[in-house]
């Protein structure tokens, strides 16, 4: 059965930082493009961040861009998001997602990902 676990996320002040980790189990994703999504309450899911199977090619949203880092390590089948400078609008459960074939680019929407975590929530206060 595949799996894809979030952990790291938690209450951080304004300014703080978290990294947020996924760890896939059930068959290898480093062939594949993996990513981060975020749904705030009462919002639709939307993309963070995306990471091709090399890691040489990466997607960050503007809303992230310059505060949050995607990494993958392939030898571990993880997936990692640094998140720094943190804002009450980053408030969020974040989703890991893999795509179950090709990874030569990043991909930014939905329904490019067949494997979906669980989440995890971040909540950041003000």
């Known amino acids: 059965q595949v799996q894809l676990v979030e952990f790291g996320g938690g209450l951080v002040q304004a300014g703080g930082s978290l990294r947020l980790s996924c760890a896939a189990s059930?068959?290898?994703?480093?062939?594949?493009?993996m990513g981060w999504f975020r749904q705030a309450p009462g919002k639709e899911r939307v993309i963070v961040a995306s990471i091709s199977w090399s890691g040489e090619s990466t997607y960050y949203a503007e809303y992230v861009k310059g505060r949050f880092t995607i990494s993958r390590d392939k030898a571990k089948n993880t997936l990692s998001l640094q998140m720094n400078s943190l804002k009450p609008e980053d408030t969020a459960v974040y989703y890991c997602?893999?795509?179950?074939?090709?990874?030569?680019?990043?991909?930014?929407?939905?329904?490019?990902?067949?494997?979906w975590g669980q989440g995890t929530q971040v909540t950041v206060s003000s």
């Open positions: 997602a893999a795509r179950s074939v090709g990874g030569g680019s990043y991909y930014t929407e939905e329904r490019n990902y067949d494997y």
């Open positions: 059930g068959r290898s994703f480093r062939s594949s493009a």
